[in-house]
């Protein structure tokens, strides 16, 4: 896939997504704004029971109390509804965080595979180089060795374009795809680094990673069966 269609299909994902987050931290402000009236209102009440307290009866003080009970209460569902917001937000974001990395790991697979591709071409092409100038030493055999070994301008030109080719060649991907990472992300792997490229799971519950990156524990495809990694691998050893 083509690196436009990429970026095409990931701005189409995330199309939504400004509506969807502005809608959420508007709720998140109303919410704020209701448990700012609760805690006046428990402010407000807690002085009147102060200010009363000595004239009230029994069954009036429990009422009174009563109300201030229900009125952390309800600051305390406030309080939990906006919890519940702000960890669908991040959810979202991280959704899309790891499309994108999904995204980029294929389109540097595509661009490896077009310069393995390449290079091999490049290899065809030197060895055709070195037969042809083989032929011509042989054709030229009995000339003086200063002429021999002199390069013409059009060799020369085509020897420094195979040089600039060969070094274009081998650039790796990651460095085309140097991209900064949010320092909030969450870590993974014996790295502790962002999730990124191809990750498996650990089949052990109580894993405490939880997923690793294929090159950090040796893995070039996905293992048949349950895979563990080599901590739990370990620890199940030691008992």
């Known amino acids: ?13 995330i199309e939504g997504l400004p509506c969807e987050l502005q809608r959420n931290f508007s709720l998140m402000e109303d919410l704020d704004n209701r448990t700012e009236e609760k805690k006046a209102e428990i402010s407000d009440l807690a002085s009147d029971y102060i200010a009363k307290v000595k004239n009230l009866e029994s069954e009036e003080r429990v009422q009174h109390l009563k109300k201030i009970e229900n009125a952390y209460n309800k600051c305390k569902e406030y309080s939990d509804d906006k919890v519940q917001l702000a960890m669908q937000i991040y959810e979202m974001v991280d959704k899309h965080i790891r499309r994108l990395d999904a ?13 393995d591709s390449g290079s091999l071409d490049s290899s065809d092409e030197k060895q055709t180089r070195k037969d042809k100038n083989l032929k011509d030493k042989r054709a030229s055999h009995g000339r003086d060795k200063k002429g021999s070994d002199q390069d013409s301008p059009k060799q ?13 060649l081998t650039m790796h991907p990651s460095d085309v795809l140097d991209m900064p990472v949010d320092p909030n992300e969450p870590t993974y792997c014996l790295c502790s680094q962002v999730s990124y490229g191809e990750m498996i799971g650990c089949d052990n519950s109580d894993c405490p990673i939880e997923w690793f990156h294929f090159a950090c524990v040796g893995l070039t495809t996905k293992p048949k069966g349950k895979w563990y990694c080599p901590r739990c691998t370990q620890e199940t050893r030691k008992k």
């Open 1 to 13: 896939m083509a690196k436009g269609m990429y970026l095409e299909h990931y701005l189409d994902s």
């Open 103 to 115: 995204d980029l790991a294929r389109f540097e697979n595509d661009l490896q595979e077009k310069l």
């Open 156 to 168: 020369k030109k085509m020897k420094n374009g195979a040089n600039v080719s060969d070094s274009l």
